[in-house]
């Protein structure tokens, strides 16, 4: 079975281990969100791609969820002696190696999908990772302070302001322009099903769909999608701040709206969630919580079976 599905972070990531254990036999392609790509220190940072290596790479940071596994600060804090800013986001010795590669690579030319296929060789992720676009599109938050409405890079208001600032308006800039990776289309054509992941709808899987035609090529497919959202709350992160900047209730039925049954073809839910309904969307409701790799193998197997 060829098996597809978008991914952002952490939740896309731990997701994706199940995903795998649930189907062996499977070749299983995964679309990553670049979104939250940002150059600091002048080196190119691609979180999500690199969360979802490390993760079933076996070199994840299991506590945060994302960076290296046993790394250490010792950059950070000498360029924080110097005064170098921005000191609120914070990258480890070893996770600055792939950075450093990944800068290398596309400074000589080399597109984010010939990079990121290049780390993979290292770490043996077990699945085809391709960035959802070569080009540069990056996530903005128009937000307001005292100096009025500005916009920032995703990065600063998720990671400094903790997204305690309302963002009025959350833009993808450059995604207009933006072409599918080499391989993107055609791995959502050849798939028998896709799957969309617990990540967040709106600056995560919701990114990825805008970038010219990927969403009206899933639109084709055998689509599941597993809510990122249990009994009105998001399992971890910020992702009701996002939904509200898009005027979307944080609930699964508001995402299942949000995706919508042009999108979707089956829904899993919590099971507090059990009333989650649209037209033409198969919805059914098991235990969602990833505590473990078993429980998450079993919701990915659900999901499959939910679409079979």
């Given at each position: 079975m060829r098996i597809v599905s978008l991914a952002g972070g952490i939740g896309g990531a731990r997701f994706l281990r199940g995903l795998r254990a649930a189907a062996p036999e499977s070749e299983i392609t995964v679309i990553g969100n670049t979104g939250d790509d940002i150059t600091l220190f002048g080196l190119r940072v691609c979180p999500d791609l690199d969360t979802v290596m490390y993760t079933l790479g076996?070199?994840?940071?299991?506590?945060?969820?994302?960076?290296?596994?046993?790394?250490?600060?010792?950059?950070?804090?000498?360029?924080?002696?110097?005064?170098?800013?921005?000191?609120?986001?914070?990258?480890?010795?070893?996770?600055?190696?792939t950075h450093i590669v990944r800068t290398q690579m596309l400074n000589a030319g080399y597109p984010l999908s010939a990079v990121t296929e290049a780390l993979c060789e290292r770490w043996r992720p077990g699945v085809r990772l391709l960035p959802m676009t070569d080009d540069r599109?990056?996530?903005?938050?128009?937000?307001?302070?005292?100096?009025?409405?500005?916009?920032?890079?995703?990065?600063?208001?998720?990671?400094?302001?903790?997204?305690?600032?309302?963002?009025?308006?959350?833009?993808?800039?450059?995604?207009?322009?933006?072409?599918?990776?080499?391989?993107?289309?055609?791995?959502?054509?050849?798939?028998?099903?896709?799957?969309?992941?617990?990540?967040?709808?709106?600056?995560?899987?919701?990114?990825?769909?805008?970038?010219?035609?990927?969403?009206?090529?899933?639109?084709?497919?055998?689509?599941?999608g597993v809510s990122p959202i249990i009994g009105g709350a998001p399992v971890r992160g910020m992702a009701d701040a996002c939904l509200a900047a898009v005027g979307v209730e944080t609930s699964a039925q508001g995402v299942l709206e949000l995706y919508g049954s042009r999108l979707l073809d089956g829904w899993l839910v919590a099971e507090q969630d059990a009333g989650a309904a649209l037209d033409g969307v198969r919805v059914r409701a098991v235990p969602l919580l990833m505590s473990d790799l078993a429980a998450t193998t079993a919701i990915a197997r659900a999901a499959l079976e939910l679409v079979r």
């Open positions: 076996g070199g994840i940071d299991e506590a945060q969820g994302w960076g290296r596994a046993g790394d250490t600060r010792t950059v950070k804090d000498e360029l924080a002696a110097y005064g170098v800013e921005p000191q609120w986001f914070g990258l480890g010795d070893k996770d600055i190696a599109a990056e996530t903005h938050v128009v937000i307001e302070d005292d100096g009025g409405r500005r916009a920032i890079h995703f990065q600063e208001w998720w990671v400094r302001l903790r997204a305690s600032v309302p963002a009025h308006r959350i833009a993808l800039v450059g995604a207009d322009d933006a072409k599918p990776a080499p391989g993107v289309l055609e791995a959502i054509e050849a798939a028998d099903v896709v799957v969309l992941p617990p990540s967040n709808p709106v600056v995560s899987i919701g990114t990825i769909l805008q970038i010219p035609g990927i969403r009206s090529a899933l639109e084709a497919k055998a689509v599941v």
